[in-house]
């Protein structure tokens, strides 16, 4: 098998996932271009694994499941915490986000402000 047709499309898979996360402003985007970016390096892996000799048998493989799972958990929270942030917010626009919220001023000599 020639390693540099897997190498190649890994890498334009990869570069595609880059480019979605720094231009995309929807979330679910840039969570699916983090997705891309996690299967190309599983491709990666796999590939590796078949083509190189490890001392290892099949490490690239189980290097590539637990990539698997981190992914569906990576899914799991970041679409939690996306469906709070449309709850809350109304929007998933990445640029619409405030990190911080403002902060309420508090008058000294205010009463309720002691309570």
């Known amino acids: 098998m020639r390693p540099v047709i897997p190498y190649v499309t890994a890498a334009l898979l990869f570069g595609l996932g880059v480019y979605g996360v720094l231009r995309r402003r929807n979330a679910v ?3 699916m271009s983090v997705e891309l970016m996690l299967n190309a390096v599983n491709l990666i892996l796999v590939t590796a694994d078949t083509t190189v000799r490890a001392v290892l048998p099949h490490s690239g493989q189980v290097f590539a499941l637990f990539v698997i799972v981190l ?5 799991g929270v970041g679409l939690a915490i996306v469906l709070q ?3 809350l917010r109304s929007t998933v626009a990445v640029d619409d986000v405030a990190l911080t919220e403002p902060a309420t001023p ?3 000599g ?3 402000a002691g309570r």
């Open 71 to 75: 992914a569906a958990a990576e899914i």
């Open 106 to 108: 508090v008058v000294v």
């Open 29 to 31: 985007l840039v969570l």
């Open 110 to 112: 205010d009463a309720e």
């Open 85 to 87: 942030l449309y709850r």
